[in-house]
């Protein structure tokens, strides 16, 4: 059994930038490469521009850098990977899932750009802005630590936002470019609750009432993206899913934390935030795309095929068609 997917995390782009030879077609190095998007019936995957800081100083060009990389070998591969950017793109992927649910036709895989932390944007709005026109539709606004705009998840100080994080919250509201608060602090995420005009998502965020990392979300987190009608994007990363991630974790262990979400309401909420290669060790049975099959087939013999059917691609893309810009509007003037 397979449901189309939509994949709102991985880390595909900053291992290009640092191996040019890396082939995104069949790359052993990677997880997610275009034949195992086709595999495992992958109809969009968010690619994160994430800056370890392996790279140094983070600059502007490093995001530049995965752009390009997206453009030229991601985009190029196969017989082409499209780039969602407008409401109308989600339409028209919304009709070829309906598509590809029916037997009628194959599907060519999207690929939606978001960044990983806003340091790269050295603190100015500007490349902010120029990078949204660029196409870029996502923000983390942090990683893990603080940066120009707000404290990360594990800064001891457990800050919100400076006063140009203020302003990087304006700037988004105005544009459409929607926020991720996966890697936020906690006091972060409940003043830009407070700020935002728009819903957020948590792209690759599990519940932390089921495996207490500080990366997860607490139940009354879990409780406000859900009154925003946000997103919650089930993460496969090991010490997400169960307290320490010694030893092989199954993927039967990722139920407790649908189950947990979903008792709080969320079943129209969770989506999928893989965060593939952005890990180097994998859940046994979920090491790359190819194995969502076997993962929704699991998820079958435990909940309704509807509610599977959302949490794969239905709730994502209803999130998307709602909350991305309208093309006409974007180019009106």
């Known amino acids: 059994m397979s449901f189309p997917v939509i994949d709102f995390h991985c ?62 070998r991601v985009m190029r591969t196969g017989e082409g990977v499209r780039w969602l950017k407008w409401k109308e793109d989600a ?34 709005l500007y490349y902010v802005r120029m990078c949204y026109e660029l196409g870029v539709r996502f923000l983390g606004i942090t990683w893990n630590y603080a940066n120009w705009a707000a404290d990360g998840v594990l800064e001891q100080r457990n800050g919100g936002f400076t006063e140009k994080g203020k302003k990087l919250i304006e700037l988004a509201n105005e544009t459409g470019l929607l926020l991720d608060v996966s890697h936020l602090s906690e006091t972060g995420f409940w003043e ?10 948590a792209s690759h965020s599990n519940a932390k009432s089921v495996c207490a990392h500080p990366r997860n979300l607490n139940d009354d987190q879990i409780r406000a993206i859900i009154a925003m009608n946000g997103r919650i994007g089930l993460t496969f990363v090991p010490w997400f899913v169960r307290d320490g991630g010694e030893g092989a974790v199954k993927p039967e262990e990722l139920l407790r934390h649908i189950e947990h979400i979903c008792a709080l309401g969320g079943d129209d909420h969770l989506m999928l935030g893989s965060d593939f290669d952005g890990i180097d060790s994998w859940i046994e049975g979920l090491e790359h795309p190819g194995k969502y099959p076997a993962f929704a087939e699991l998820l079958s013999r435990h909940f309704p095929e509807a509610s599977v059917w959302k949490w794969f691609s239905g709730n994502a893309l209803s999130f998307l068609t709602s909350h991305l810009p309208e093309r006409d509007n974007a180019n009106a003037g």
């Open 91 to 124: 339409e028209e992927l919304g009709q070829t899932i309906g598509t590809a649910a029916s037997g009628r036709s194959r599907h060519l895989p999207w690929g939606l750009l978001s960044v990983e932390g806003a340091d790269g944007f050295e603190g100015n």
């Open 11 to 72: 880390d595909v782009l900053s291992k290009m930038r640092e191996d040019h030879g890396l082939s995104f077609k069949d790359g052993a190095q990677l997880d997610v490469t275009y034949d195992r998007m086709l595999e495992g019936e992958v109809m969009l995957q968010c690619f994160a521009m994430y800056l370890p800081e392996s790279w140094g100083i983070p600059r502007y060009e490093f995001i530049l850098d995965q752009i390009d990389a997206f453009k030229t």
């Open 192 to 201: 830009l609750a407070e700020r935002t005009a728009r819903p957020f998502i």
